[in-house]
């Protein structure tokens, strides 16, 4: 059973940094796109950052120059460093998990082509 579990977010300032992990199991990361997602409330759920199993990463444009993805193999986790927070960044955040085995290229910004996801963690930026 796959399984993916958020966790590192908070309250932070405006100016401030989180870092958010992802732990997976039941799936090998290094064989797996995996993204982070976030939602806003009345918003829907929007792309944010992605690494493919051969560390390709992709970000969205709202938060390129200030968010970094990374994975640790040997922990089976991603992670999502977040500088320069901003209030519009409040969100509740999601990792995902794509089911193409060693897709070729970068990984997607399509929900659709993500079959498991975490509960999410939130992120409060205050102003």
């Known amino acids: 059973q796959v399984q993916l579990v958020e966790s590192g977010g908070g309250l932070v300032q405006t100016g401030g940094s989180l870092r958010l992990s992802c732990a997976v199991s039941?799936?090998?990361?290094?064989?797996?796109?995996i993204s982070w997602f976030r939602q806003a409330p009345g918003k829907e759920r929007e792309f944010v950052a992605a690494?493919?199993?051969?560390?390709?990463?992709n970000y969205g444009d709202i938060v390129k120059g200030r968010f970094t993805i990374s994975r640790d193999d040997a922990k089976n986790a991603v992670y999502l460093q977040m500088n320069s927070l901003k209030p519009e960044d409040t969100a509740a955040y999601y990792c995902?998990?794509?089911?193409?085995?060693?897709?070729?290229?970068?990984?997607?910004?399509?929900?659709?082509?993500?079959?498991?996801w975490g509960q999410g963690t939130q992120v409060t930026v205050s102003s």
């Open positions: 995902a998990t794509d089911g193409r085995f060693r897709r070729l290229g970068p990984a997607s910004r399509v929900m659709s082509m993500y079959d498991y």
């Open positions: 039941g799936r090998t990361v290094s064989s797996y796109s």
């Open positions: 690494i493919s199993w051969s560390l390709i990463t």
